[in-house]
Protein backbone atom coordinates (compact mmCIF):
# COMPACT_ATOMS: atom_id res chain seq x y z
CA UNK A 1 0.00 0.00 0.00
CA UNK A 2 1.01 3.67 -0.61
CA UNK A 3 0.93 6.67 1.25
CA UNK A 4 -2.21 7.76 -0.29
CA UNK A 5 -3.88 4.15 1.59
CA UNK A 6 -1.80 4.59 4.65
CA UNK A 7 -3.69 8.24 5.07
CA UNK A 8 -7.25 7.03 3.88
CA UNK A 9 -6.79 4.03 7.00
CA UNK A 10 -5.20 6.80 9.06
CA UNK A 11 -8.04 9.24 8.75
CA UNK A 12 -10.47 5.90 9.05
CA UNK A 13 -8.91 5.54 12.29
CA UNK A 14 -9.11 8.90 13.46
CA UNK A 15 -12.71 9.16 12.72
CA UNK A 16 -13.81 6.08 13.91
CA UNK A 17 -11.94 6.56 17.30
CA UNK A 18 -13.39 10.42 18.06
CA UNK A 19 -16.71 9.36 16.74
CA UNK A 20 -17.17 6.09 18.94
CA UNK A 21 -15.64 8.15 21.53
CA UNK A 22 -18.79 10.75 21.71
CA UNK A 23 -21.18 7.64 21.36
CA UNK A 24 -19.72 5.47 24.87
CA UNK A 25 -19.39 9.27 26.39
CA UNK A 26 -23.34 10.03 24.99
CA UNK A 27 -24.54 6.30 26.23
CA UNK A 28 -26.52 5.55 28.83
CA UNK A 29 -23.54 3.13 30.20
CA UNK A 30 -21.19 6.23 30.39
CA UNK A 31 -21.87 6.51 34.24
CA UNK A 32 -20.48 2.96 35.32
CA UNK A 33 -17.42 3.58 33.23
CA UNK A 34 -16.32 6.50 35.86
CA UNK A 35 -13.41 5.64 37.34
CA UNK A 36 -10.98 7.37 40.22
CA UNK A 37 -7.37 7.55 38.84
CA UNK A 38 -4.12 7.53 40.11
CA UNK A 39 -4.40 11.41 41.31
CA UNK A 40 -7.81 11.06 42.76
CA UNK A 41 -9.14 12.04 39.38
CA UNK A 42 -12.85 11.39 38.34
CA UNK A 43 -12.21 10.04 34.45
CA UNK A 44 -14.07 7.91 32.02
CA UNK A 45 -12.97 4.34 30.81
CA UNK A 46 -14.94 5.50 27.22
CA UNK A 47 -11.35 5.80 25.84
CA UNK A 48 -11.48 1.70 26.00
CA UNK A 49 -14.04 1.09 23.86
CA UNK A 50 -13.40 3.59 21.12
CA UNK A 51 -10.02 1.92 20.91
CA UNK A 52 -10.86 -1.09 20.72
CA UNK A 53 -13.59 -0.71 17.89
CA UNK A 54 -12.06 2.07 15.91
CA UNK A 55 -8.63 -0.48 15.79
CA UNK A 56 -10.38 -3.26 14.79
CA UNK A 57 -12.19 -1.59 12.04
CA UNK A 58 -9.47 0.51 10.81
CA UNK A 59 -6.82 -2.05 10.51
CA UNK A 60 -9.77 -4.24 9.00
CA UNK A 61 -9.88 -1.48 6.36
CA UNK A 62 -6.37 -2.51 5.35
CA UNK A 63 -6.27 -5.86 5.17
CA UNK A 64 -5.63 -7.36 1.86
CA UNK A 65 -8.15 -10.42 2.17
CA UNK A 66 -10.92 -11.45 4.10
CA UNK A 67 -8.96 -13.51 6.43
CA UNK A 68 -6.81 -10.93 7.22
CA UNK A 69 -9.55 -8.55 7.67
CA UNK A 70 -11.00 -11.10 9.76
CA UNK A 71 -7.69 -11.77 12.11
CA UNK A 72 -7.86 -8.18 12.29
CA UNK A 73 -11.48 -8.12 14.30
CA UNK A 74 -10.26 -10.86 16.15
CA UNK A 75 -8.04 -9.32 17.97
CA UNK A 76 -9.05 -5.98 18.27
CA UNK A 77 -12.91 -6.60 19.18
CA UNK A 78 -12.43 -9.78 21.27
CA UNK A 79 -9.27 -8.38 23.55
CA UNK A 80 -11.45 -5.37 23.87
CA UNK A 81 -14.25 -7.23 25.02
CA UNK A 82 -12.52 -9.08 27.76
CA UNK A 83 -10.75 -6.34 28.96
CA UNK A 84 -13.89 -4.15 29.25
CA UNK A 85 -15.37 -7.28 31.41
CA UNK A 86 -12.24 -7.03 33.65
CA UNK A 87 -12.74 -3.05 34.02
CA UNK A 88 -16.41 -3.36 35.16
CA UNK A 89 -16.55 -6.83 36.89
CA UNK A 90 -12.56 -6.05 38.59
CA UNK A 91 -13.81 -3.17 40.17
CA UNK A 92 -15.75 -5.02 42.21
CA UNK A 93 -14.26 -5.74 46.28
CA UNK A 94 -13.83 -9.03 45.74
CA UNK A 95 -12.51 -9.03 42.56
CA UNK A 96 -9.61 -6.64 44.01
CA UNK A 97 -7.35 -8.55 45.92
CA UNK A 98 -6.26 -10.21 43.17
CA UNK A 99 -3.65 -8.68 41.39
CA UNK A 100 -0.96 -10.35 38.12
CA UNK A 101 -0.75 -13.20 37.03
CA UNK A 102 0.05 -14.92 40.30
CA UNK A 103 -2.64 -13.55 41.92
CA UNK A 104 -5.15 -14.58 39.57
CA UNK A 105 -4.35 -18.10 39.17
CA UNK A 106 -4.22 -18.03 42.82
CA UNK A 107 -7.68 -17.27 43.26
CA UNK A 108 -8.35 -20.75 41.49
CA UNK A 109 -7.24 -22.10 44.57
CA UNK A 110 -9.76 -20.33 46.53
CA UNK A 111 -12.02 -21.64 43.99
CA UNK A 112 -12.50 -18.18 42.75
CA UNK A 113 -12.53 -17.55 38.90
CA UNK A 114 -11.35 -13.63 38.66
CA UNK A 115 -12.26 -11.88 36.36
CA UNK A 116 -8.60 -10.97 35.41
CA UNK A 117 -8.47 -14.68 34.70
CA UNK A 118 -11.11 -14.62 32.21
CA UNK A 119 -9.27 -11.70 30.47
CA UNK A 120 -5.70 -13.65 29.96
CA UNK A 121 -7.62 -16.29 28.31
CA UNK A 122 -9.75 -14.65 26.59
CA UNK A 123 -7.05 -12.54 25.29
CA UNK A 124 -5.06 -15.84 24.74
CA UNK A 125 -7.52 -17.27 22.72
CA UNK A 126 -8.42 -13.84 20.71
CA UNK A 127 -4.42 -14.56 19.39
CA UNK A 128 -4.70 -17.91 18.51
CA UNK A 129 -7.68 -17.19 16.45
CA UNK A 130 -6.45 -14.23 14.81
CA UNK A 131 -2.88 -15.47 14.10
CA UNK A 132 -4.28 -19.28 12.89
CA UNK A 133 -6.31 -16.70 10.13
CA UNK A 134 -3.42 -14.79 9.71
CA UNK A 135 -1.18 -17.40 8.57
CA UNK A 136 -3.56 -19.90 7.07
CA UNK A 137 -1.84 -19.22 3.52
CA UNK A 138 1.86 -19.67 4.85
CA UNK A 139 1.12 -22.56 6.14
CA UNK A 140 -0.32 -23.97 2.70
CA UNK A 141 2.99 -22.71 1.45
CA UNK A 142 4.95 -24.08 3.91
CA UNK A 143 7.07 -21.40 5.00
CA UNK A 144 4.94 -21.23 8.10
CA UNK A 145 3.92 -24.47 10.92
CA UNK A 146 1.62 -24.75 13.55
CA UNK A 147 4.47 -24.06 16.02
CA UNK A 148 4.89 -20.70 14.58
CA UNK A 149 1.29 -19.72 14.72
CA UNK A 150 1.54 -21.08 18.57
CA UNK A 151 3.96 -17.96 18.70
CA UNK A 152 2.51 -15.64 16.91
CA UNK A 153 -0.38 -16.25 19.14
CA UNK A 154 2.04 -15.10 22.38
CA UNK A 155 3.25 -12.25 20.41
CA UNK A 156 -0.32 -11.14 19.96
CA UNK A 157 -0.67 -11.86 23.37
CA UNK A 158 2.18 -10.65 24.89
CA UNK A 159 1.89 -7.35 22.89
CA UNK A 160 -1.65 -6.99 24.83
CA UNK A 161 -0.30 -7.57 28.26
CA UNK A 162 3.21 -5.34 27.47
CA UNK A 163 0.55 -2.13 26.99
CA UNK A 164 -1.56 -3.07 29.41
CA UNK A 165 1.14 -2.92 31.79
CA UNK A 166 2.23 0.51 30.70
CA UNK A 167 -1.91 2.16 30.89
CA UNK A 168 -0.59 3.32 34.88
CA UNK A 169 -0.11 7.17 33.90
CA UNK A 170 -1.84 8.75 31.17
CA UNK A 171 -0.58 8.65 27.94
CA UNK A 172 2.02 5.98 29.01
CA UNK A 173 0.20 3.51 26.95
CA UNK A 174 -0.95 5.00 23.57
CA UNK A 175 2.19 6.95 22.94
CA UNK A 176 4.39 2.74 23.17
CA UNK A 177 1.05 1.86 21.22
CA UNK A 178 1.97 4.33 17.96
CA UNK A 179 5.64 3.55 18.81
CA UNK A 180 5.31 -0.18 18.48
CA UNK A 181 2.95 0.49 15.57
CA UNK A 182 5.23 2.16 13.70
CA UNK A 183 8.23 -0.13 14.45
CA UNK A 184 5.36 -2.30 12.79
CA UNK A 185 4.73 -0.90 9.70
CA UNK A 186 8.45 -0.20 8.83
CA UNK A 187 9.99 -1.07 5.14
CA UNK A 188 8.11 -3.29 2.31
CA UNK A 189 4.28 -4.12 3.06
CA UNK A 190 3.15 -7.77 4.38
CA UNK A 191 0.93 -9.78 2.08
CA UNK A 192 -1.40 -9.46 5.21
CA UNK A 193 -1.87 -5.71 4.03
CA UNK A 194 -1.34 -2.48 6.27
CA UNK A 195 -2.79 -3.51 9.56
CA UNK A 196 -0.78 -0.83 11.78
CA UNK A 197 -1.94 2.15 10.08
CA UNK A 198 -5.01 2.77 11.02
CA UNK A 199 -4.85 1.93 14.90
CA UNK A 200 -1.82 3.96 15.26
CA UNK A 201 -3.96 7.01 13.92
CA UNK A 202 -7.08 5.69 16.58
CA UNK A 203 -4.16 5.77 19.38
CA UNK A 204 -2.97 9.45 18.05
CA UNK A 205 -6.90 10.53 18.08
CA UNK A 206 -7.37 9.48 21.49
CA UNK A 207 -3.93 11.05 23.09
CA UNK A 208 -5.23 14.60 23.87
CA UNK A 209 -7.94 13.19 25.94
CA UNK A 210 -5.68 10.56 27.95
CA UNK A 211 -2.75 13.10 28.65
CA UNK A 212 -5.72 15.33 29.97
CA UNK A 213 -7.11 12.94 31.82
CA UNK A 214 -10.39 13.25 30.68
CA UNK A 215 -10.66 9.45 29.47
CA UNK A 216 -8.11 6.43 30.00
CA UNK A 217 -7.75 3.40 28.38
CA UNK A 218 -8.56 0.90 30.52
CA UNK A 219 -7.78 -2.89 30.12
CA UNK A 220 -10.19 -3.10 26.96
CA UNK A 221 -8.26 -0.20 25.10
CA UNK A 222 -4.49 -1.18 26.34
CA UNK A 223 -5.60 -5.07 25.35
CA UNK A 224 -7.28 -3.92 22.26
CA UNK A 225 -4.57 -2.04 20.74
CA UNK A 226 -1.94 -3.95 22.10
CA UNK A 227 -2.90 -6.83 20.60
CA UNK A 228 -3.65 -4.85 17.32
CA UNK A 229 -0.16 -3.96 17.38
CA UNK A 230 0.59 -7.41 17.98
CA UNK A 231 -0.95 -8.70 14.60
CA UNK A 232 0.62 -6.46 12.77
CA UNK A 233 4.17 -8.04 14.12
CA UNK A 234 3.21 -11.35 14.09
CA UNK A 235 1.81 -10.45 9.93
CA UNK A 236 5.63 -8.78 9.47
CA UNK A 237 7.86 -11.85 11.01
CA UNK A 238 8.51 -15.09 10.84
CA UNK A 239 9.94 -17.77 13.25
CA UNK A 240 13.02 -16.46 14.49
CA UNK A 241 10.98 -12.72 14.55
CA UNK A 242 8.35 -14.25 16.15
CA UNK A 243 10.41 -16.15 18.89
CA UNK A 244 12.45 -12.81 19.72
CA UNK A 245 8.70 -10.49 20.07
CA UNK A 246 7.34 -13.14 22.19
CA UNK A 247 10.80 -13.36 24.36
CA UNK A 248 10.75 -9.95 25.11
CA UNK A 249 7.12 -9.61 25.87
CA UNK A 250 7.16 -12.66 28.31
CA UNK A 251 10.75 -11.04 29.74
CA UNK A 252 8.76 -7.73 30.28
CA UNK A 253 5.72 -9.70 31.56
CA UNK A 254 8.07 -11.98 34.01
CA UNK A 255 10.04 -8.22 35.06
CA UNK A 256 6.54 -6.76 35.96
CA UNK A 257 5.71 -8.97 39.02
CA UNK A 258 9.26 -7.40 40.65
CA UNK A 259 9.72 -4.22 38.68
CA UNK A 260 7.91 -1.28 38.86
CA UNK A 261 8.35 0.31 35.06
CA UNK A 262 6.99 3.27 36.54
CA UNK A 263 10.11 4.11 38.54
CA UNK A 264 12.25 2.79 35.92
CA UNK A 265 11.02 4.95 33.52
CA UNK A 266 11.37 7.79 36.17
CA UNK A 267 15.04 6.95 36.68
CA UNK A 268 16.00 6.67 32.72
CA UNK A 269 16.74 10.07 31.21
CA UNK A 270 15.00 10.34 27.73
CA UNK A 271 12.42 7.43 28.68
CA UNK A 272 11.68 10.07 31.39
CA UNK A 273 10.93 13.02 29.35
CA UNK A 274 9.08 11.30 26.53
CA UNK A 275 6.51 9.78 29.08
CA UNK A 276 6.21 12.87 30.88
CA UNK A 277 6.04 14.57 27.45
CA UNK A 278 2.28 16.27 26.84
CA UNK A 279 1.10 15.29 30.38
CA UNK A 280 -0.13 17.52 32.94
CA UNK A 281 1.66 18.95 35.90
Same mark, same amino acid.
Given at each position: ??? $?????? &??????????????? !? #????? &??????????????? *? /? %?? *?????????????????? =??????? *? %??????????????????????????????????? %????????????????????? /????????????? #????????? %?????? =??????????????????? +????????? !???? +??? $?????? +?? &??????????????????? /????????????????? !?????? $?? /???? *?? =?????????????????? $???????? !???
Amino acid at each position: MGM $LSRLVL &AGVGALAARGTLTAV !R #RSPFA &ASLERVNHKGHQISL *A /A %GP *AAAVSGAVSAAAGAKNPR =AAAAALT *A %GLAAGAVGLYDDIAGDRPEQKRYKGFKGHFAALKD %GVVTSGLIKIVGVGAAGLVSV /ALLDADRRREGSL #RVADTLVGA %GVVAGA =ANFVNLLDVRSGRALKATI +AMGELAGLG !RRPA +AGD $LVSGPV +AA &AGALIGDDLGEKVMLGDSG /ANALGAQVGLGLAARTG !RWGRLG $LF /ALFA *AA =AVASEKVSFTKVIARTPG $LREIDEFG !RKP
